[in-house]
């Protein structure tokens, strides 16, 4: 079973900045949490991962929270390419296990 | 050229009928993944292999096996497809040797399969 909780789907204006929610509330002090998005027809692809510190790479930031139950995917501004389901994931990445995501909706 | 690719990409098969999934990868992983995708769902792990000789059952085994015949080669095999085997497959990599990012996986394209 996933182990963690995301909205179904979320809308964005392009060029806004989009925070995508995710509730692990059951996490271990080891596991990592990761971010993959599956954008239309194609198989998911690494976005970032985290342990307790907030982290910035190219594509995006995360923004963990201090209990780390909860944590936030950033996309500083939206294009329509980052129309996608982003999966949120936690704990060891050898066997990751993918929940439903939340379905991004970006609007010209 | 794809460092992960999977072969067929489209197939259409009938009820009872054996088919394999081919995954082939050039990243020099040494651990490999299969998963299936159904509508509106995530993806489930159904086989994952840390090496050539170590294959495990991932959560929906049921009805499918695996052959890994060398590091970058991860078969999926369907004896006797039925109906609701039909999805889209998807294989992947990693390697847990990188330290940044951490045992990142890596996806094929995928394959839809579809069994009448």
């Known amino acids: 079973d996933a182990k963690t909780t995301q909205p179904n789907s979320m809308e964005s204006n392009e060029e806004e900045p989009v925070h995508l929610p995710c509730n692990h509330s059951?996490?271990?002090?080891?596991?990592?949490i990761h971010w993959y998005r599956q954008l239309p027809s194609q198989g998911p692809e690494y976005v970032i991962h985290?342990?307790?510190s907030n982290v910035n790479n190219r594509m995006a930031s995360l923004a963990i929270a201090e209990d780390r139950k909860s944590s936030t995917l950033i996309l500083h501004r939206a294009t329509l390419r980052d129309a996608a389901v982003y999966y949120c994931l936690q704990g060891g990445s050898e066997k990751l296990v993918f929940g439903k995501g939340t379905k991004l909706t970006v609007n010209p | 050229d794809a460092d992960v690719t999977q072969t067929p990409r489209n197939r259409i098969t009938k009820t009872g009928k054996r088919i394999m999934l081919e995954c082939s990868q050039t990243k020099g992983h040494d651990r490999m993944y299969w998963y299936r995708q159904d509508p509106g769902l995530g993806l489930r792990l159904i086989y994952y292999s840390f090496d050539v000789k170590d294959i495990n059952k991932g959560e929906i085994s049921d009805g499918y096996s695996v052959s890994r015949q060398a590091q970058a080669k991860f078969s999926l095999s369907l004896e006797s497809a039925i109906p609701n085997q039909t999805a889209l497959y998807f294989c992947?990599?990693?390697?847990?040797?990188?330290?940044?990012?951490?045992?990142?996986?890596?996806f094929g394209p995928g394959t839809r399969l579809t069994v009448l």
């Open positions: 992947a990599t990693s390697d847990p040797s990188e330290r940044i990012p951490r045992d990142t996986q890596y």
């Open positions: 059951t996490i271990s002090g080891t596991d990592y």
């Open positions: 985290g342990l307790t």
